[in-house]
């Protein structure tokens, strides 16, 4: 499902459908001709996918609107059809291979309503991304993978599967991805569920994006209800829509950002003039961490520590810098700057940052 939201490094925005009306995946039609049923029965892969269907139309009068044409015009049998308006997505079951890979290579998409100029798409795999918000003022977070393993206990899903926190900006979203559709319907009818003491709410093939640059004195209502009028809504439902407004981490962000425009910062009321000399990327290579004329073995070299413990940890490096210093700690930190853009993919969300 596409998102029609902006999103920010301020805002953290998980958008998704939910309680769909029913929590089944469609059932296969054995057809009289053995081959047909031989290929539906031996192979689960004959599903073809429309993304997108209308939310505002009946499921039961948007399968009727997608079979009749598919049956009449393209000649196409199907086994069976079922319309989940809360994912706004339809899911057709085939009976032989030749018809699905005609309806997904050959046909493509159709008109479903000339009227409103509406079209859908045929595809064959599906986004099954979705994100998992937990209260957000809960004392201590759970981990992803006790995110990951609680989902699946309490949707009875085998295996577990890929789960990450979107970012440390927003500790309480995580990204969830399942492999199979019928596994994705099992949270439909009931997308909130408990784990310890917090509550998650689920929002299934949700988009997440970030907005930045927001004013200061905006909130969550305020950045839901200006998303709401940018596409013609009323109002947007919490069922399908979340915002996570964060002020401190926005604030830092553009406030370093501002200090490299400015070429000039304060400290204790001490001002600092940033050099005017272009920033520039400095590059080394292996030579430059060798010392010349000289060759020690290996039995000579002597290590001021016994060992080094390697941690990696998903946290802002100045956060962890402070809290190592808090723990009388003496740590060295190496600042990635970009030579180019101030604030570098950080503004992004990039991962390496």
């Known amino acids: ?26 059932q296969v039609k054995y057809s009289n001709n053995q081959h047909s049923s031989q290929t539906a029965s031996s192979n689960n892969d004959l599903l073809v996918y429309i993304p997108d269907i209308p939310p505002n139309i009946s499921e039961n009068e948007l399968e009727e609107m997608i079979q009749t ?21 339809a899911v057709i079951r085939l009976m032989n291979e030749e018809d699905k890979k005609h309806l997904v290579s050959n ?17 064959d795999e599906l986004d099954l991304d979705s994100y998992i918000v937990l209260d957000r003022n809960i004392s201590k977070i759970p981990t992803a993978d006790e995110v990951a393993r609680r989902y699946m206990q309490v949707y009875k899903i085998a295996g577990l599967r890929p789960c990450q926190q979107i970012s440390v900006q927003f500790p309480n979203i995580f990204c ?28 299934l093939r949700a988009g997440c994006s970030y907005v930045e640059d927001l004013p200061p004195y905006t909130n969550d209502e305020k950045i839901s209800s200006a998303i709401a009028t940018q ?27 501002g200090v490299v ?46 060992s080094t413990n390697i941690i990696v940890i998903n946290e802002d490096c100045l956060v962890l810098y402070e809290k190592l210093v808090s723990e009388g700690y003496r ?23």
């Open 1 to 26: 499902m596409d998102d029609y939201s902006p999103q920010s490094k301020s805002s953290t925005q998980a958008s998704g459908l939910s309680n769909s009306t029913s929590g089944q995946v469609p």
């Open 69 to 89: 044409p598919i049956d009449k015009n393209l000649r196409i049998k199907i086994s069976d059809i079922k319309c989940y308006s809360n994912l706004c997505v």
């Open 107 to 123: 046909v493509q998409s159709m008109i479903l309503d000339v009227k409103h100029n509406t079209n859908i798409l045929f595809v």
């Open 176 to 203: 969830f991805s399942l492999n199979t559709f019928d596994k994705l319907v099992k949270a439909v009818k009931n997308p909130d569920f408990k784990i310890g003491s917090a509550f998650a709410t689920v929002y």
């Open 231 to 257: 596409i013609g809504e009323n109002k947007l439902q919490p069922t399908s829509f979340y915002v996570q407004y964060n002020k401190q981490t926005v604030t830092v962000m553009l406030n370093t950002i």
């Open 261 to 306: 425009r400015k070429k000039k910062y304060v400290v204790d009321g001490e001002e600092t003039i940033l050099k005017s000399e272009p920033m520039k990327t400095i590059r080394y290579n292996h030579q430059s961490k060798l010392l010349y004329g000289k060759i020690i073995a290996q039995t000579d070299m002597k290590t001021p520590y016994p």
């Open 331 to 353: 740590p060295l930190l190496l600042n990635m700057a970009n030579a180019t853009n101030p604030g570098g993919g950080y503004r992004k969300d990039d991962g390496a940052q």
